[in-house]
């Protein structure tokens, strides 16, 4: 199966600041990639798809790039409602397989 | 509004069986994939099982193969996973979501259930 592997596990950010996440799979998934939000006590939110599409009413301060083995997710101004831990999912191969998270905490 | 309401869960034994449900609505269920995922407390995600739109298809997990039966009642809008031979590393949350694109094999996750937990535990 593919492994994927986010970094940093941890990110302390300041409201306002520019936070980047980082998703590396084990071999290209080519861009079926997605970006999932857990807050606490909450299903996961998909952000992203396509590996850059937004879903519907993700706000545009969130963007994803990439391809084949190396994505990240750039949250251009963190607002107090984006501190949560953050997934990437791919879906080329069976089965769906999900980084370990980062936690984007309150710096 | 699409909605994905899972019930079911609760505390079982190891050994036990369970039935999971996941009442769909706000949206054509037959024309798409469904999926369970899980949460063990304090870790991260995992894929568990998937069907295809009409049912005719099957997906799992090695850490479950043999163990849970996915399965659909389109006339009911609802998902189902039964678990059996429950062991306590099935201790999860788990969640019914459904895929983004209709009549995708393997999709990203657009909708998802707000999860009921499931304890094995003597």
């Known amino acids: 199966e593919i492994v994927m592997t986010q970094s940093p596990a941890t990110l302390s950010v300041s409201p306002g600041e520019r936070a980047t996440l980082s998703c590396r799979a084990s071999q290209s998934v080519s861009s079926n990639l997605a970006w999932y939000q857990q807050k606490p006590g909450q299903a996961p939110r998909l952000l992203i798809y396509?590996?850059?599409t937004r879903a519907t009413g993700i706000p545009a301060r969130f963007s994803g790039s990439g391809s084949g083995t190396e994505f990240t997710l750039t949250i251009s101004s963190l607002q107090s409602e984006d501190f949560a831990v953050y997934y990437c999912q791919q879906y080329n191969n069976w089965p769906p397989t999900f980084g370990g998270g980062t936690k984007v905490e309150i710096k | 509004e699409v909605q994905l309401l899972e019930s079911g869960g609760g505390l079982v034994q190891p050994g036990g069986s369970l039935r999971l449900s996941c009442a769909a609505s706000g949206f054509t269920f037959s024309s798409y994939a469904m999926s369970w995922v899980r949460q063990a407390p304090g870790k991260g995600l995992e894929w568990v099982s998937a069907?295809?739109?009409?049912?005719?298809?099957?997906y799992y997990a090695d850490s479950v193969k043999g163990r849970f039966t996915i399965s659909r009642d389109n006339s009911k809008n609802t998902l189902y996973l039964q678990m059996n031979s429950l062991r306590a590393e099935d201790t999860a949350v788990y969640y019914c979501?459904?895929?983004?694109?209709?009549?995708?094999?393997?999709?990203?996750?657009?909708?998802w259930g707000q999860g009921t937990m499931v304890t094995v535990s003597s």
């Open positions: 069907i295809s739109g009409s049912g005719g298809s099957t």
């Open positions: 979501a459904k895929d983004s694109i209709a009549a995708a094999a393997l999709d990203a996750f657009d909708i």
């Open positions: 396509g590996a850059s």
